[in-house]
């Protein structure tokens, strides 16, 4: 087989080929474009796409698909073949620029939150240059934004580049204030961790509830969980291990720079994190790698979760979105240097992280908001919803001394001595690892750990991105009329240390009393669910914020409204009805066909033992009948309520019943059915239990 750096990234279209492909002309016009933001010549363009389709080709290549990324949460292609009729009755491979540029999909059935009528069929997609095209499937898929009849994004990659761009201009502004002016760019870097599950395809198929939702609505606790921690970072098994190993030659071939692999906490779960990319490749990649994950599973006779919560009882998949600043020059922005104390450039951009967090909390909140994330956040397993920031201890102690003008006396982490002379000493790192945070610094960057597994990381980073460039404003307009620069700094960090430090937390974000303490005396904002947090979206000051940076319009935000909550809705739903499928069609009648075979036995054991009382059958045919009963009212139950959703035009109206009685019956349904599970012999369970899907790959 060949070695990894011989076939890295051969199904991509991108530098080092554009380079072997493109004349010098071409290829220097097409990074002015890529690199400064120049308008793209159509001649440019079509050069472009004549060296793009000669490549796709050679590569076995037979159509193109502009690839975009619509509010559904997945990705989106329509194929379009190379081919073009020849004269003699042949035909030709052909590709323009015009066709590399836009792209005219049917848009009616993507969800746009009202920002066009069903009937208004058209949308366009345009290319982003700045995202390399790829090989998949014998396709050309070019990165592209998508966008309404009259300009509005129906997309999550449009809104993620303006609020690049938005944090560009910010974050240039107070890099000149400090002299620099070699930087032409700032650019967010995103290391997305991406945690999932994998199970037998097998026992899949025959779990109508995970075909349907992508979890788990019933299920007993099985004997083991994950209390033994036996499988986090444990030895992986061969057949995960096999599947491991394909991911990654199918994720390095598209140039997805897969790093980390290892067992997660829970049994049957994992995790791959890649190499750190610019913010928008890093979102593309990050699409990709959950489309191959599931892809190549299947080959393997698995099936991959991306679910934040397929299990209860078990840790649920979330994917830390660990978020930084570079230059265009290779400078971390984030990054503390020897004495961080002294560092004031890196102090400015660590206090504007600071203040964006604090001031629009409620929007990183926003960001990560579905139906299944709802079920994570706030359990022993992520970080609570309610958001705070760690620091670390030195970091803190700086902070401090600011605040109160005091001076600094570097904290001395000496080195870790590990008690035998053969194994070596290393520096201990006061930024730490604070699991139970929902935003740590982690020594040049800051880990957003409340991402859900299946969420796209655009809406994080586009919220985040957003927030920090309103923050570099306030400062910049500060300090760019100041006359004393040096005096005015001092003032601006200590200034928003004062007024922001009730966001820093570095204690453990799982006891109760902190989130007493964080709601009570420091005013923090706690949504424990979707219906609670994403009406703000829509607050004035947030409207203001994200209107003003060009990120969103005022009709693209409330179109984000309620696309997010017609599809929390719209989750439980689903949900809703499988379960009362499920429990209809498989358990009760699995509990029945268990019941008359105890009965049965109870008589005949009467007939040979006369007078034996058989009170072990007795009680648990009553047990079960007790419990079929609760079922069928429960079901029926749950089956009114979702039916009395369909008389509620408003959606908000409609979320706030579904988090306060939908979601509560639904419990209720589970609980006997659960029981019955406990009780009922294996063979009549009419599909696989916690145990099997848990421990069931070998």
Known sequence: MAAVPEYFGSRVFDDREM???????????LHRTIDQGAKLDIGVANA?????????????????????????????????????????????????????????PDASSFPSGGLRATFEARGYTAWDPTSYAFIKDRTLCIPTAFCGYNGEALDKKTPLLRSMEALN?????????????????????????????????????????????????????????????????????PRVAAFMEDLNDELWKLGILAKTQHNEVAPAQHELAPIYATNNIATDHNQLTMEMMQKVAA????????????????????????????????????????????????????????????????????????????????????????????LGDELAAILGCIEYDAPYTSIDTGKVRLGVDVLPKFRRDTTDRNRTSPFAFTGNKFEFRMLGSANSIACANIMLNTAVAESLRVCADRLEG???????????????????????????????????????KRGLLNYPTTPDCVPHLLDEKNVSMLTAHKVYSRAELVSRYEVTLENYCKTIR??????????????????????????????????????????????????????ADQISLRAAQLEQAVLGLDGLEDIGKESQVIRDEVLDKMNQLRQPCDEAETLTARKYWPFPTYGDLLFGVR
């Open 19 to 29: 380079k072997a492909n493109l004349s010098a002309g071409v290829y220097k016009s």
């Open 48 to 104: 472009v796409a004549n060296a793009m389709k000669d490549w796709a080709v050679a590569h076995g290549a037979t159509h193109f698909t502009h690839w975009f990324q619509p509010l559904t949460g997945v990705t989106a292609e329509k194929h379009d073949s190379f081919i073009s009729p020849s004269p003699d009755g042949g035909v030709i491979m052909e590709f323009s620029g015009k066709e590399l540029i836009q792209g005219e």
């Open 169 to 237: 201009r910010q974050a240039l502004r107070i890099l000149r204030l400090f002299g620099n002016q070699d930087v032409k760019r700032v650019i967010p870097c995103v290391g997305p961790e991406q945690e999932y599950f994998l199970v037998d395809a097998g026992m899949y198929e025959r779990r109508r509830d995970l075909r349907f939702t992508g979890r788990t609505l019933f299920g007993a606790r099985p004997p083991k969980g994950q209390e033994m921690d036996d499988h986090y970072f444990g030895a992986i098994k």
């Open 299 to 390: 080959r393997h006779g698995l099936v991959c979760l991306l679910h934040e919560k397929p299990f209860a009882g078990v840790n649920g998949s979330g994917k830390h979105n660990n978020w930084s600043l570079a230059t265009d020059t290779g400078i971390n922005l984030l990054s503390p240097g020897e004495t961080p104390y002294e560092n004031a450039q890196f102090l400015l951009f660590l206090c504007a992280v600071i203040q964006a967090v604090d001031d629009y909390q409620d929007l990183l909140r926003i960001a990560v908001a579905s139906a299944g994330n709802d079920h994570r956040l706030g359990a022993n397993e992520a970080p609570p919803a309610v958001v705070s920031i760690f």
């Open 482 to 520: 100041a006359e004393d620069f040096e005096a005015a700094l001092q003032d601006v960090i200590r200034q928003i240390i004062q007024d922001h430090k009730g966001i820093i937390f570095n204690g453990n974000g799982y006891d109760d009393a902190w989130i007493r303490e964080a709601t009570e």
């Open 574 to 627: 689903i949900e809703a009805n499988t379960m009362v499928d499920m429990a209809r069609t498989e358990i009760i009648p699995a509990i029945q066909a268990f019941l008359l075979d105890t009965a049965s036995a109870a008589a005949a054991k009467k007939a040979l033992l006369p007078g034996c009382p058989c009170a072990y059958e007795t009680g648990l045919v009553s047990q079960l009948s007790g419990l």
